[in-house]
Every structure is written in structure tokens, then in C-alpha cells.
């Protein structure tokens, strides 16, 4: 029905004002890769912004209205008569076909036992066509109704049936958000945190922690300026402002190399074995970050990371 494609419109021309760059999704994620994920990001961080306001607290409080429930109110406006319009038509319609009084309106349950009672004397193909026709007046009348007095389940959601000229337009919002998901699980998965995070005005900070064998003190205990400031024997801790996540193929490769450079190093400094202990990931509201790593060359020998 055409209001569907004004909803469309209507919600991404929104979108669009609040710096949405529906360019960033291609037609077909599912085979193409989005050029720029910066931008799948930002959408989606503006999607979550919305979502606030579309739950029921805000939806039904007109002192809490936002411009996505001007936007939201406008459209109802637009469509509202067309659809009373319609029904108020197809009515007329019906009633001529079965004689009845146009100016009676009579429930649709009287609608479909009189169709009943007249299928002898119809076209096979004009009743199917008066039954189809009683049914959408059927489904509009309720969907009108719905926008009126909604109809929650008992743990306070919508419930599943006709869904209101307000819900297909909160639903738009809904879609966007599943198709950026969805091209995030496919083609950034091993960032899907990261990004999901970012888009809720969180940040993923990864610290590789060091400890030295034999030492009770728990090296996390201390800040990240203490173990940039004070490296142990043999060591050397690197700041960074890069994201590098360690496979678990890297976290066992990097400690083997660590075992054999213990072996190395116990002859010229005996404190100077350590190994990489664990990867902490811990999600924190803005702020930098800084990562501590060390590896190990193929002969034993240390390099920055």
C-alpha cells in the first residue's frame, strides 16, 4: 500500500537529518562490503540514540515528545483520512452488493453472514472479491483502533497481531538497526564488540597484563602510568594508541617464546623471566587508552609491539 512507501520515506529523510548516511550499507550487504565502517558505526550510534524515545514512557507522554514523535504524529496525520477514506468507500461498496442500507454500518461479523447467505447469487470471482474487500476494512478498522488504545501483553509489550500506523513506523528504525547488525556480524566480526560498543557510547580497552614468575603481587594492582614508568629488569613496556587483539594462537606462540627467552636470560640476569599472564577486556565510558605488550623474535629476542 502506498503509505508504506511514504513511511519509508518519511522515516529516512529523519534519519538523514540527523546525519544517517544511508549511502553506508550497499544494497546487498550480504555479498558486498560496506566501504567505510566508520559509517555503518555512526548510524547505528544514531539509531540508539532514537530507540529512547520510541519505548512506550515516551511514546505516550506528550510533555516527554522528541522530533521523532512530530515526525511519527505528522505521518499519521497524512495517512489517517486516506485510510477512514477508504473504509468509508469500501463500505458503501459492500452494502450495495449485499442490500443493505448504506447508512447503516453494521459490524463485519454481519458483513461476512450476509456475503454467506448471497454466495449462490454471486460470480464466483466478485464474491472473492467482495470477501477480500471486507476483510481489509476488517484489518484497517482494527489497525485505526490500535492507534487509539493499544493493546499490551501482560508483561507490558505490544501484542502480535495488526500492527498500528505508529508501530510500522518505529519498526523502520528497527530494520535499519537489524541490517547494520547483520553486516556487522558478516563482515566485521572479530570487531563486532568495538563497534556495538561505540555505537552506545562505550569504549573496549584491552590491557595485556605482565607478572613476573614467582611473584605473589598482582601486577594489575598498579597503574598504567606506574608500569610505564618503572619496567622491569629485562623488560620493556610500550604505550601505544593501537587496538591489537591476541588470538589465542598468538597468546600461546608469545609465551613459548617467552619460556625460551627465560632460558636465555637467566644466564646473563636472573630476574629478568616473565611471560604474559592473561588479556583483559573491560568496556569504560570515553577516555584513552594505552595497551602494554612485549614479544619475542624467533631467536628469543625482544621487539616492540
Known amino acids: 500500500t502506498w503509505w508504506l512507501g511514504l513511511i519509508e520515506q518519511e522515516v529516512e529523510n ?19 562490503e560496506p566501504r567505510d565502517v566508520d559509517k555503518v558505526a555512526d548510524n547505528l550510534k544514531i539509531l540508539k540514540q532514537q530507540f529512547k524515545y520510541l519505548q512506550p514512557e515516551f511514546m505516550n507522554d506528550k510533555e516527554k ?10 505521518i499519521k496525520e497524512e495517512v489517517t483520512p486516506t485510510i477512514t477514506g477508504f473504509i468509508r468507500s469500501s463500505r458503501v461498496v459492500v452494502s450495495f452488493y449485499l442490500d443493505l442500507p448504506v447508512d447503516e454500518n453494521p459490524p463485519i461479523s454481519r ?33 485505526l483502533e490500535l492507534e487509539e488504545n493499544p493493546v499490551t501483553s501482560a508483561d507490558g509489550g505490544l501484542t502480535l497481531g495488526v500492527v498500528p500506523i505508529s508501530g510500522i513506523i ?10 547494520i547488525l547483520t553486516v556487522i556480524q558478516i563482515w566485521y566480526e572479530d570487531r563486532a564488540e568495538e563497534l556495538i560498543a561505540r555505537a552506545e557510547g562505550k569504549e573496549i ?68 623471566s616473565i611471560s604474559i599472564q592473561e588479556v583483559k577486556i573491560s568496556s569504560q565510558e570515553g577516555g584513552g587508552r594505552a595497551i602494554l605488550s612485549r614479544s619475542w623474535d624467533d631467536e628469543g629476542g625482544e621487539k616492540e609491539k
Do not use: C
Request: net charge negative; glycine share 6%.
Open 65 to 74: 515528545h522528541q522530533p521523532v514523535h512530530k515526525m511519527i504524529e505528522a
Open 170 to 179: 518505529v519498526g523502520k528504525f528497527y530494520r535499519y538497526e537489524n541490517e
Open 14 to 32: 529523519f534519519l538523514v537529518s540527523l546525519g544517517y548516511d544511508v549511502s553506508a550499507v550497499p544494497y546487498d550487504y550480504t555479498i558486498e
Open 205 to 272: 580497552k584491552k590491557e595485556i597484563v605482565q607478572q613476573e614468575e614467582g611473584d605473589g603481587e598482582e601486577e594489575g594492582k598498579k597503574t598504567l602510568k606506574e608500569k610505564l614508568s618503572t619496567p622491569r629488569s629485562g623488560t620493556r613496556l610500550i604505550s601505544t594508541t593501537s587496538d591489537p587483539m591476541l588470538s589465542k594462537e598468538d597468546r600461546e606462540r608469545a609465551s613459548g617464546r617467552a619460556k625460551r627467552a627465560e632460558g636465555k636470560g637467566e644466564e646473563e640476569e636472573e630476574d629478568s
Open 111 to 143: 458483513l461476512l453472514e450476509e456475503l454467506e447467505k448471497k454466495k449462490d447469487k454471486f460470480d464466483a470471482v466478485l464474491w472473492e472479491m467482495v470477501e477480500d474487500l471486507i476483510k481489509d476494512v476488517e484489518y484497517l478498522e482494527e489497525m
